[in-house]
């Protein structure tokens, strides 16, 4: 039996649960990449230190509406991305989980999204969760319980992305930003945290999304500093679903 099937087996488990479709979104991200590049003056930063295989936990900034469609179709693999259930509905909402995308209730605990991430690391593939929860500054001055109990599970190497400019200084977080404006996507190094056996104590989960926080916010300034672009600031308005 292979690691991965017997990874499954594991707490909390995830062997009952039917394989995560990807296909189709690994079709989408071809045809997206290009018309974003062609819309935005894009820039991908440390692209290399994107692993090639194997579980990747990866945990950019949230500052618009851009974030998710951009790096999905600009990233050298397949993302698997969490997002808000409100975004789910409809014939969108039909896409997006065709393309193996996770809506998740952010008003309550949500075990089913909990178990169908955990279930895309077993898998050996690459799970998208913002860390801070919501459309923000993009400081990562807050970050949720959520990465860490991830982390801890499953053993993923966590990788930090700076996204800067897919939100203008007093842009509105539910508009894209004008065309032609500059881009920048700045992967960091993966790092890891130790993984945890059950049952994981929730002080011990917020003390591991705070040191988490800590390297997260680093990146963040190292990015801005080195590319020149700084963050926008507060938003002109909240996420409408925080």
Do not use: C
């Not at 009952?16 to 189709?24: E, I």
């Not at 309550?108 to 919501?134: K, M, N």
């Amino acid at each position: 039996m292979t690691a991965e099937l017997t990874g499954h087996q594991d707490l909390p488990r995830t062997n009952d649960l039917p394989a995560l479709p990807h296909r189709l979104g690994s079709v989408m991200r071809h045809l997206v990449g290009p018309y974003f590049r062609r819309r935005y003056d894009v820039t991908v930063h440390h692209e290399g230190n994107f692993p090639r295989t194997g579980p990747v936990l990866l945990a950019p900034n949230h500052l618009g509406l851009l974030d998710g469609p951009l790096l999905g179709s600009t990233a050298p693999r397949m993302l698997h991305q969490l997002g808000k259930i409100e975004a789910f509905g409809g014939l969108q909402g039909f896409l997006l989980q065709r393309a193996g995308q996770i809506p998740v209730d952010r008003s309550t605990y949500d075990v089913g999204a909990i178990r169908r991430s955990i279930q895309v690391l077993r898998d050996g593939r690459v799970l998208s969760i913002y860390p801070e929860g919501t459309r923000g500054p993009g400081d990562f001055r807050r970050v949720r319980t959520g990465i860490a109990y991830l982390a801890m599970v499953t053993g993923a190497p966590i990788l930090p992305v700076a996204l800067l400019g897919t939100r203008l200084p007093g842009g509105n977080v539910e508009h894209f930003p004008p065309w032609g404006s500059r881009v920048d996507v700045v992967y960091g190094e993966t790092f890891a945290v130790d993984r945890v056996p059950f049952p994981r104590r929730h002080s011990d989960v917020r003390a591991v999304a705070d040191q988490i926080g800590e390297v997260l916010r680093a990146h963040v300034r190292a990015a801005v500093e080195a590319t020149g672009h700084p963050l926008p600031g507060k938003p002109d308005q909240k996420d409408p679903d925080e």
